[in-house]
């Protein structure tokens, strides 16, 4: 029954769930909101079976293209290297980068 409880919750935040085929594997696609958002639930939840996804799901945002790191910046208020690392766990390197191509310094 828990398991029914976070798939309804990444559901209601609009991502897309569903089973690969025939097997145990699951697919899911969000955007980094809605990973953050499901993050925040499983941690909140304290269930202890839960935490294995919240892990898969911070990985994930090491995988983040160029322009969705250029997306998460552009929202931010003031964008300094050091709130957009906390914020998407990216590099020194793509913060820079990004930075600079938020300012037009590219």
Request: charged share 25%.
């Given at each position: 029954m828990k398991a029914y409880v976070l798939k309804?919750?990444?559901?209601?935040?609009?991502?897309?769930?569903?089973?690969?085929?025939?097997?145990?594997?699951?697919q899911l696609k969000a955007n980094f909101e809605q990973l953050q958002t499901i993050i925040t639930f499983v941690d909140a939840s304290n269930e202890p079976s839960?935490?294995?996804?919240?892990?898969?799901?911070?990985?994930?945002y090491k995988h983040l293209s160029h322009d969705e790191l250029l997306r998460i910046a552009s929202t931010l208020e003031e964008i300094t290297?050091?709130?957009?690392?906390?914020?998407s766990d990216c590099t020194i390197a793509q913060a820079r980068t990004i930075i600079d191509e938020l300012e037009g310094l590219d």
């Open positions: 309804a919750h990444m559901r209601q935040q609009g991502c897309e769930l569903h089973r690969i085929g025939r097997s145990r594997n699951w839960w935490l294995w996804l919240a892990k898969i799901l911070r990985n994930e290297i050091n709130t957009l690392i906390a914020r």
